[in-house]
């Protein structure tokens, strides 16, 4: 069983090393794609099919870009050492919510916090990656036209701190519920909600390499409410 343990370990090991160069080696070519056609784009008449044409492809290569450095980011969750210290909830919400102003005030949208005066012992970087992108799918996945509204929420009970964001969406299936944070599920076209699916996978992972749990309670059209449980 060690053997075999250890053998795992190595396998893993070599399959990480490998993703790791090839997601590096992906980049230049997209680098390339995207450099040529924003220079033949600059050249382009305006309004005419080849400049739509390369409108798609400048938009493809961005996409694939974004999806090799979220491939990155999402591989080195854990592989650095956990550096648990107390912090103060507020101060971590307070810095999403900076980070995510630009997109507060585009989508005319309202974020209310409440109970959040509580320290926790928790690694600052996966708390805030984990909450940022709670409040991101909270901003983004409502209706048209429909302003956000976002609650967060926290208790504390028996030593476990529970933080909820609770918001007006779309809502989401019980059957949809069971899978959302496995790595690349998207529930939506990009056409008509951006994303390459790793948001919530990351949201689960930096939760539980915390030694905590993550959660949600929807339904179709009566919002979300996504919970973090951590002691």
């Given at each position: 069983?060690?053997?075999?343990?250890?053998?795992?370990?190595?396998?893993?090991?070599?399959?990480?090393?490998?993703?790791?160069a090839?997601?590096?080696?992906?980049?230049?070519?997209?680098?390339?794609?995207?450099?040529?056609?924003?220079?033949?784009?600059?050249?382009?008449?305006?309004g005419?099919?080849v400049?739509?044409?390369?409108?798609?492809i400048?938009?493809?290569?961005?996409?694939?870009?974004?999806?090799?450095?979220?491939?990155?980011?999402?591989?080195?969750?854990?592989?650095?050492?956990?550096?648990?210290?107390?912090?103060?909830?507020?101060?971590?919400?307070?810095?999403?919510?900076r980070?995510?102003?630009g997109?507060?005030?585009?989508?005319?949208?309202?974020i209310?916090?409440?109970g959040?005066?509580?320290?926790l012992?928790?690694?600052?970087?996966?708390?805030?990656l984990a909450?940022?992108?709670?409040?991101?799918?909270?901003?983004?996945?409502?209706?048209?036209?429909?302003s956000p509204?976002?609650?967060?929420?926290?208790?504390?009970?028996?030593g476990?701190?529970?933080?909820?964001?609770?918001?007006?969406?779309?809502?989401?299936?019980?059957?949809?519920?069971?899978?959302?944070?496995?790595?690349?599920?998207?529930?939506?076209?990009?056409?008509?909600?951006?994303?390459?699916?790793?948001?919530?996978?990351?949201?689960?992972?930096a939760?539980?390499?915390?030694?905590?749990?993550?959660?949600?309670?929807?339904?179709?059209?009566?919002?979300s409410?996504?919970?973090?449980e951590?002691?």
């Amino acid at each position: 069983a060690r053997r075999l343990s250890g053998a795992l370990q190595r396998r893993n090991a070599d399959l990480e090393a490998f993703l790791h160069a090839m997601t590096h080696e992906l980049r230049a070519p997209l680098r390339v794609i995207r450099s040529f056609a924003e220079e033949l784009q600059a050249v382009a008449s305006p309004g005419d099919e080849v400049q739509h044409c390369l409108s798609r492809i400048i938009t493809a290569a961005a996409q694939a870009q974004d999806l090799i450095t979220s491939l990155l980011n999402f591989g080195r969750l854990g592989h650095d050492a956990l550096r648990r210290r107390p912090i103060a909830l507020r101060s971590v919400l307070a810095s999403c919510q900076r980070h995510l102003q630009g997109e507060t005030w585009a989508r005319d949208a309202r974020i209310s916090v409440r109970g959040d005066h509580v320290v926790l012992c928790a690694e600052p970087t996966l708390l805030k990656l984990a909450l940022t992108n709670l409040l991101e799918n909270a901003l983004t996945f409502v209706a048209p036209g429909v302003s956000p509204h976002v609650a967060v929420t926290v208790t504390v009970a028996q030593g476990v701190c529970r933080i909820e964001v609770t918001d007006n969406g779309i809502g989401i299936t019980v059957e949809d519920q069971a899978r959302l944070f496995a790595p690349f599920v998207r529930l939506h076209g990009v056409e008509e909600y951006p994303g390459i699916g790793l948001g919530l996978a990351s949201v689960r992972k930096a939760i539980e390499l915390m030694g905590g749990h993550v959660g949600v309670t929807s339904a179709p059209g009566a919002g979300s409410t996504f919970w973090i449980e951590l002691s």
